[in-house]
């Protein structure tokens, strides 16, 4: 069974501050994405790695996926109240019909 | 065509009651995902189409769940004799290959 653990799982900043959630799995992921997620909403993609070591830039937020494929962080530089949801990596393997896993998600609250 | 509809957004049923909720994918997507999302977890996949065939189902997919998509558009999630379990947000996404475009969900409450 492949498993994504995030962590941490809740994050409380304030504003102007730095912060990386992690997403972590012992098997390797054709593709691993990242998604955000607010109360009463579906969650919204943000980005998709599939390359091992890419790195992508979203204006303030910085995603990496690991060199084995098996891992990704997420950076975000001065965060803002609007950053404010539920984060969650989802990784995709294409010899199991392109599913995605989700991680359980790291809830971020960037206070004013 | 704006994205993922799904319908009702919220539903509040009696136990032991029948639930069915309809998603409506973005069109030329041919994949089309239901899944789970309890407070606080991130989605657990349930169910996939491509086009109007079942392709897997998940362990979590009791008898008591039955999923459709007759002509490969639309998919209903029935869900019957409720349980306080099944309190939910259920979720449904259409894709290209390798990416995943949400709805706003359907959130279920059994009383």
């Known amino acids: 069974t492949q498993l994504l653990e995030q962590s941490p799982q809740f994050l409380s900043i304030q504003e102007g501050e730095n912060l990386t959630v992690y997403c972590n799995s012992s098997s390797v992921f054709s593709s691993l994405q990242w998604y955000r997620q607010e109360p009463g909403e579906g969650p919204v993609l943000l980005v998709t790695?599939?390359?091992?070591?890419e790195v992508k830039k979203l204006k303030r937020l910085t995603f990496q996926f690991g060199d084995a494929r098996k891992d990704s962080s997420l950076h975000i530089t001065a965060a803002q109240p609007g950053d404010t949801g539920l984060y969650l990596c989802?990784?995709?393997?294409?010899?199991?019909?392109?599913?995605?896993?989700f991680g359980q998600g790291t809830e971020l609250s960037v206070k004013p | 065509d704006t994205g993922v509809s799904q319908d009702p957004r919220h539903k509040i049923t009696k136990r032991g009651q029948n639930v069915t909720f309809r998603c409506d994918p973005i069109s030329e997507h041919n994949r089309l995902y239901w899944y789970r999302q309890t407070l606080g977890q991130g989605p657990e996949f349930l169910t996939y189409?491509?086009?109007?065939?079942?392709?897997?189902k998940s362990r979590l997919l009791s008898d008591r769940f039955s999923a459709e998509r007759p002509k490969g558009s639309f998919s209903t999630l029935e869900i019957q004799r409720t349980e306080q379990g099944d309190s939910a947000m259920y979720l449904c996404a259409s894709s290209p290959p390798g990416e995943l475009f949400f709805g706003e969900g359907s959130r279920l409450t059994v009383l």
């Open positions: 189409f491509q086009n109007e065939a079942q392709l897997e």
């Open positions: 989802a990784g995709a393997d294409f010899n199991q019909g392109g599913k995605l896993i």
């Open positions: 790695v599939v390359t091992g070591g």
